[in-house]
């Protein structure tokens, strides 16, 4: 079992960055691939990010790559994202999640727990 806890998200404005933090309790957290996904108002969720179990891999979707960067120190049982050069279209509750296998992916449905989320705001 694995609890996560966003932090990190606040009101900024475009062309600003963030770095999200996703804090991890429960056992063996450095066996668990981790992915940042986010829910725009009123649309639905979408993968953002994916670090594998060791930090090795990691993968990005289109609409971020380029000005985020997704890394982890398990010594920490912390995942961060980094979102550099923000816009008004980031706006959105940002989540991560854990999945129980080692293996980066931006595929949700694989994903077993999942945090509360954090609130990004980006103001034009």
């Known amino acids: 079992q694995v609890q996560l806890v966003e932090s990190g998200g606040g009101l900024v404005q475009a062309g600003g960055s963030l770095r999200l933090t996703c804090a991890a309790t429960?056992?063996?957290?450095?066996?668990?691939?981790v992915g940042w996904f986010r829910q725009p108002p009123g649309k639905e969720r979408e993968s953002l990010a994916s670090?594998?179990?060791?930090?090795?891999?990691?993968f990005y979707a289109d609409s971020v790559k380029g000005r985020t960067t997704i890394s982890r120190d398990n010594a920490k049982n912390m995942v961060y994202l980094q979102m550099n050069s923000l816009k008004p279209e980031d706006t959105a509750v940002y989540y991560c999640?854990?999945?129980?296998?080692?293996?980066?992916?931006?595929?949700?449905?694989?994903?077993?727990?999942w945090g509360q989320g954090t609130q990004v705001t980006v103001s034009s």
């Open positions: 429960g056992r063996a957290f450095s066996n668990y691939a």
């Open positions: 999640a854990a999945d129980s296998l080692p293996w980066a992916t931006l595929t949700e449905s694989i994903y077993d727990y």
């Open positions: 670090i594998s179990a060791n930090g090795g891999a990691t």
